[in-house]
């Protein structure tokens, strides 16, 4: 397992921190929150005319052919930007899945569009079972769709949402218009102004042709589901990495220059070792982030790293957040200094797919599921 960086992701490092370097900033940040809308469309297309948002997606479609540890290195970039984005959503959740299952036709249709910053994409896969919740019966030439699906990240801006549901011959994945006649979005804000909807089906009708990789991939549809939230989980990881490295950068000089009895904060020991525990929470998420998004970019069974390396992001980005914060005094609450945004960013990625308690859970199951290994002895 090597951890050095390939061209291709120093390429897409570089050419991240270029394009967000220039273009993103406090002020730019707190205009688009004061918009109303959390999603920044001029920076979509620069990172569309850059290719980025392509990393994933085949050359076909107009797209670099690369893959998801590409993409974790774009979202970590993200992060330290705190860049008001869909990127997991759009890119991971949503055009992953296409790049995966569907038919030609659907990667014409939908990555075409996605690489070209010209379609949004989302799908319902935040919470436990993500095949409860919505049911399709069959009818002549497609299905009618009816439930509810929670926590559907920004379902109300996309120009499609993947919805899992069950049929009567197993798990399909639907591409729904969220637009479309019989379909209800009520939305809600996350602490880092992320849109979480609730999505209501009332008889929604979809052909064939919006069945995810058509109606003979059913086999195929729970394994893509389970690797697709994992993929999610990772990138998701890849964000709190970006956003706690940046933090711990920005609360470093502040104690450098914030001076108290006549001397730089960071010159008291208590400081110090306040930092140092902070970077070695930093240094621990990303290793084993970077060990997760190794594993499921080779297909390799990757649930139980999967679920410590959310664990870190939740509990450790919790902890250097919170001395982020500690260390600033009352600036660090103050809403025109940027600490705070990144407080907040923090806290909706701790929860995202799953807390810290939760992960310790998965794990355990996992654990006793297991048999331990015997003790063995063997005679002089």
């Known amino acids: 397992m090597d951890f050095k960086p390939t061209d291709e992701e ?4 570089d050419l991240a921190r270029g394009i967000l370097a220039k273009e993103v900033d406090a002020d730019r940040v707190k205009a688009i929150e004061q918009s109303g809308s959390w999603h920044d469309e001029r920076l979509w297309a620069t990172l569309a005319e850059a290719g980025l948002l392509g990393i994933a997606v085949g050359e076909e479609q107009g797209g670099m052919g690369l893959g998801l540890l590409e993409l974790c290195v774009l979202c970590e970039e993200i992060g330290r930007v705190v860049a008001p984005v869909p990127v997991v959503t759009s890119l991971v ?8 299952l569907g038919t030609d036709a659907q990667k014409r249709r939908w990555l075409t569009g996605l690489v070209a910053g010209e379609v ?9 079972d993500v095949t409860r919740g919505v049911r399709a019966s069959r009818e002549a030439g497609g299905y009618v769709l009816s439930g509810r699906k929670s926590l ?3 379902a109300d801006h996309a120009s499609c949402v993947l919805v899992p549901a069950r049929t009567d011959d197993g798990v399909a994945i639907f591409l729904v218009d969220p637009r479309a006649t019989g379909v209800r979005v009520v939305t809600a804000k996350a602490s880092r102004g992320e849109s979480l909807c ?3 089906l009332e008889g929604v009708r979809i052909s064939d042709d919006d069945v995810l990789g058509g109606p003979d991939a059913g086999r195929k549809v729970p394994a893509v589901l389970a690797a697709l939230r994992d993929r999610a989980t990772v990138a998701t990881c890849a964000l709190q990495v970006g956003v706690s490295a940046r933090a711990l950068e920005i609360t ?7 001076q108290q009895f006549g001397v730089p904060i960071g010159s008291f020991q208590a400081v110090q070792h306040r930092l140092a525990d902070a ?3 930093v240094e621990a998420m990303r290793w084993v982030m970077w060990r997760a998004a190794w594993k499921l970019a080779r297909g390799l069974n990757a649930e139980r790293e999967v679920a410590v390396a959310k664990f870190w992001a939740a509990e450790a980005g919790a902890r250097v957040l919170a001395s982020a914060q500690h260390l600033h005094g009352g600036i660090g609450v103050d809403v025109d200094y940027p600490i705070h945004r990144y407080f907040l960013w923090s806290k909706a990625l701790e929860l995202s797919f799953g807390s810290a308690p939760e992960q310790l859970v998965r794990l355990g199951r996992d654990m006793a599921a297991r048999p331990a290994p015997r003790a063995t002895y063997t005679p002089k």
Not at 10 to 13: D, S
Not at 252 to 258: C, G, I, K, L, Q
């Open 252 to 258: 470093a000089a502040y104690v450098r220059d914030r």
């Open 198 to 200: 609730e999505l209501t």
């Open 279 to 281: 970077y070695i929470d």
């Open 93 to 100: 959740l949503g055009g992953m899945a296409i790049v995966e």
């Open 10 to 13: 120093t390429m897409v490092r």
């Open 152 to 154: 559907v990240a920004g």
């Open 120 to 128: 949004l994409l989302t799908a319902a896969v935040d919470g436990g």
